[in-house]
């Protein structure tokens, strides 16, 4: 019996002390490709040294992929201008080409190997549909749902052997939103794309489990906005959970948080005709709300902690932290 010393990475992936990492070559956005990655128990790759990016860079060289731009899991999505990366870990290492990160258009919040710069990076647009790199390490689930491979390595990393055993998952350690719903510190955000009054949109997300949303922070606003403007919706005005139905100009949220926190848009005309009392994101306004009728019809925005109930028989997912 040989006592493992660390991990050892299934067919496709490559190894980097202690890390399983894997080149997706699938396109997706860039909050896709960070739950395609979370969804095997890893993250977008966060890079920490000149050598580590070396060898990231010749993993997708050899690969074949070096003319391609690539996601890896460093974003200034919360601040602009403050890159952390997805993974919490620390941001000691960046490596960006000239004259980059640009936030060109000021749209530019998520970044990526950059094609043909030989390992340098760029920061791009988070709605681009490009591949990405995937880095995991201690538990990797590449099995069918409910089972987990153990992943250890014999002898040391340039000649691995593979030795793995399954096991059951019986709770999940973290968070995992179901497909089409995106995570936020223990939250799970859907864009529910039929246009309903603010009523029967706020009736749609009970249905679920939850509540149209609530937006605590500055940080959160501008990651929510950058969920609708990455999937395709910042043209449309979309329902949160805010309003002053019960008495004008009392903003509450509908889950009864806290409502210290706003962001009207200095151009809104509040409760214009005195029969607006239903709160919007405002189209093409990055960002910021204004209140309307609530019997427009109007995409929503549904939030989700504890229990997210899809529609098939005796389905659920239940969200533990």
């Not at 004008?248 to 409760?271: C, H, I, P």
């Amino acid at each position: 019996m040989v006592a493992p010393s660390t991990i050892v990475c299934p067919t496709g992936y490559r190894y980097w002390y202690g890390e399983c990492w894997l080149l997706d070559t699938t396109s997706r956005n860039w909050f896709d490709a960070s739950i395609n990655c979370n969804s095997k128990g890893g993250y977008l790759g966060s890079i920490h040294s000149a050598e580590q990016n070396r060898w990231v860079y010749e993993f997708v060289r050899v690969n074949g992929y070096s003319g391609s731009d690539i996601w890896i899991g460093l974003n200034d999505i919360s601040k602009e201008g403050t890159m952390v990366w997805v993974d919490g870990s620390e941001n000691d290492f960046m490596l960006f080409g000239t004259n980059q990160p640009d936030n060109s258009g000021g749209a530019e919040h998520s970044v990526m190997y950059w094609a043909s710069q030989n390992g340098a990076w760029n920061d791009g647009p988070t709605n681009w549909v490009i591949r990405s790199l995937c880095k995991y390490n201690e538990t990797l689930s590449v099995l069918s749902p409910g089972e987990r491979s153990k992943l250890y390595i014999v002898a040391d990393h340039h000649f691995v052997f593979l030795i793995s055993f399954t096991y059951l998952v019986v709770a999940p350690s973290s968070i995992v939103c179901p497909t089409g719903f995106r995570y936020w510190y223990g939250e799970c955000w859907l864009i529910d794309t039929t246009n309903r009054n603010w009523f029967d949109s706020s009736v749609n997300c009970n249905s679920k489990g939850g509540y149209l949303g609530s937006i605590h922070s500055l940080e959160q606003n501008r990651w929510v906005y950058e969920f609708i403007r990455a999937s395709g919706y910042s043209g449309s005005d979309i329902w949160i959970g805010m309003n002053d139905i019960s008495q004008e100009g009392s903003m509450v949220w509908l889950d009864g948080s806290n409502s210290s926190y706003t962001f009207f848009s200095a151009t809104d005309t509040r409760n214009y005709g005195s029969y607006e009392h239903c709160v919007i994101y405002w189209n093409n306004k990055n960002g910021a709300w204004a209140d309307t009728v609530c019997t427009a019809g109007l995409k929503g925005l549904c939030k989700y902690n504890g229990t997210v109930s899809l529609n098939s028989p005796g389905k659920q997912y239940i969200l533990s932290s």
